[in-house]
């Protein structure tokens, strides 16, 4: 019956969409201000329409309803009622009705603005939308429908199916699967839907470039608009992936928080084209160039973020993440052809409209620098890309040996794996360049800096990084990449607090204002640029981190008796005891207690464990972590002796500074808050473009 | 007789000790975990795929590990070992693709592609970049204005720049 009610409500949602989708498209062709209301009411009526979906699988989750196929799969009746709830992300068929639930929230609080000043733009943000939603709701309803049941057939055998099949009777499971125990931790909870919120939110921009191209308004006024989507997009696709971090480094126990794995990847493509484009609609709003790029940028976006959705949910690529294996991937490729194609003439169409008013004029200027930041990320999207599909690729390709046998040795078709060596060994350069780039561009001035404008504005914080260079060497730092590392750090942390420094000390001297209020008047005057650098300071900060972790990170692992112990660099690890015992949701549990001592003197107590789940026949190693400033002490249980329980093998990892990379990221979220935190005069910002630019051109 | 005694007792303490110590070190394999970890870091089983071989807790890869230890015990060296497994599973086993056939492209494209950018950026500069007017453009070193703090100025005029801009 619930079933039924969410399965039908996803058929209305579908058809209400296509309804808005003819109405908007309509009300634009005809300019009919009723259509286009109409196609608006359509987006905003698929909120409260796919709540009633979600509500219904909530409540078939809680309830323990297992005759539906999704609940069996990712509950058990052992499983407390939050993971029950959150379920509703932990398979395929779930995530991809989450997607569209949140997608429909997004697009129906941009519906409610106040369109009055950009009414051509409603239909064909409505339209875009709208096109993208019920391009999942067809995913919900004919390929991965969460609400098919199981039946039970005359000849005994179990089949499902939406509807009751002839013959058949209702076949209800005592019990569930569970979820997968790897998304039973707090980070795994969190962190899908803070990647769907950044993924639906890049939707929007997205809606209003094409918008923009359809329209003719092709300059800078979509990129106003959507300045603050795009803030919020990239905030929460950021936090999704520290989350997935934080996850993969509590959950997974291999010591780190990135394996460069496919699905990893797939969320950080659209994070790095997206970060891109953050940049380079400065450059647009600033000095009216890179048009046609930053509509390549955002086009990329949204379908990296369809792409990203694929990935995770299907298993073409597969890999840790790929729970689930479905025959999507035809409808998802062919949704992103027809958008990249559709959207790509729609700019070929736009192109003359979209050339620059102004010309670069000078190597060394803020947009020239831009410009470079954009190349450099467009490169690290573009190595990514490549080593996301170059497997498939090979594999793929071995059809071309198996035709032409005199090219079988060199399309042999064997799958290789493209692993965290090969990203490590090209990424850092892109990297390294993005870290100067950090601190170099905001030296900069628009239009016009020349090496010597720059040289006269670094010289200090360049002085004082070479210092702190000079400092880590005399300590005994002898790693040139580490050497590398922290100056380019220390460089862009000193340039970041001489211009916030430079900034209050200038108004506070023209002001007579308390160099503090100072500080705080000249951030709330230009929340987007200090927001932005407060965001670098976060990432810097990660970075210091990243650093830290990937050139000094040590590991042992050695089998000790009860009593006997492990040294790695300062620490001595002493096992004391282990206990297996079973608990009630289903787990048994292996659990050591290990003592740590810091040159020789007593710290603490950690806990490894491994939890084996009945239900799944999974285990998971869940490392005991003391974590500090300094560093972080890694311990995991790899084995023990069943029997006795009096010896154990452990895997300690030492990994310095990892802390800096959570530390950062707090960082980077109170930059992003600052950046996008709403204007008190918006209109003043759009009085400003009729200003003329006298000053330097 | 009880000197005798205490004497056996501490005789047979030391004997037991000496076997457990014994056993205990006769536990320990001879090649250590961090030497399997060494090169088991480098592999990646075809099951679980993605999860290095050195962290991957699944039965399957713990006995991988030991047929590691067993050939290092045997006196394999580090390349013989992962052409055996190459040999056995195919080059999915390795953690980067060995550079053959076309599996070049992987290795080469990314330098080609950045490089690319890079000249397609440089020829776009060239023919954007217009001959620049010094007159007029203020931050001219020659004429820059005698004050005390030239960089605060043009750091003021900058800001006011800006605050004009918006």
Redesign the interface.
Known sequence: MVANLGYATLIITFLVSIYGVVAAYLGARRNSHALVDSARNAMLLTFPLLTISALAIIYLLINGHYEVQYVTEVTSNSMPLYLKITALWGGQAGSLLFWSWLMSAFASAVTLRKWDRDREFLPWVTLVSLVTLAFFLILSIFVENPFISFWHTPTGSITTAMFRPAGTSLFIPQDGNGLNPLLRHPGMIIHPPMLYLGFVAFVIPYAFAIAALVTGRTDARWIRLTRRWTIVAWVFLSLGLVLGMRWAYDV????GYW?W??VENSAFMPWLIGTAFLHSVIVQE?RGMLKQWNMVLIILTYDLVIFGTFLTRSGVL???HAFAQSAIGPLFFGFIGVTFITSMILVIYRWDDLK?DV?????FSRE?LF??NN?LF??LF??IF??VI??VL?EA?GIVGQKIPSLS????G?????????YEG?VWL?FAGLLLLMGIAPLS?WQ?S?A??IG??MWKPSLASLLVVIGLVLVGFRSLPALLGFWLCSFVIFVTFYEFW??AW?RHH?RNENLLLAFWFMIG??RRRYGGYIIHLGMILMAIGILGIELFQE?????I?QGGQIEIGQYTVKFDSLSVFDTADGRNVARAVVSVYKDGRYIGELHPR?DYYYESQQ???IAGVRSTPEDDLYVLL??WQPLSTS?A?F?IYHNPLVWWLWFGSIVFILGSVVAAWPSKEPE??MV?KS?P?T??? | MRIKIILLSYLLTLVMGVTVVEIVSAQQPTPSDDQVNEIAKQLYCPVCENIPLDVCPTTACAQWRELIRQKLADGWNEQQIKDYFVLQYGDRVLGTPPPEGINWLVYLVPPIAILAGVYILFRAFRSWKRPIQSDNLQPNSSEAPQSTDPTQDEYINRLEEEVRKR
């Open positions: 997974l126990g291999w010591g394996g794995d496919p600033k597969s890999s840790v620059s010309e670069m004029t000078s190597w020239a410009l470079l190349l467009f490169g573009i190595v490549w080593g170059f497997p090979s390709l040795s060199i399309f042999t064997q799958k290789v794996t493209v692993g965290p060596q090969w090209i892109p001035s016009y020349t010597k404008t006269r504005a430079r900034a200038a023209a005057k230009n590991q042992t692992q050695g089998t008796p491994r285990p998971m190693t790899v084995d010896a093998t895997k003043m910002v400003s200003i630019e000053s330097k051109a």
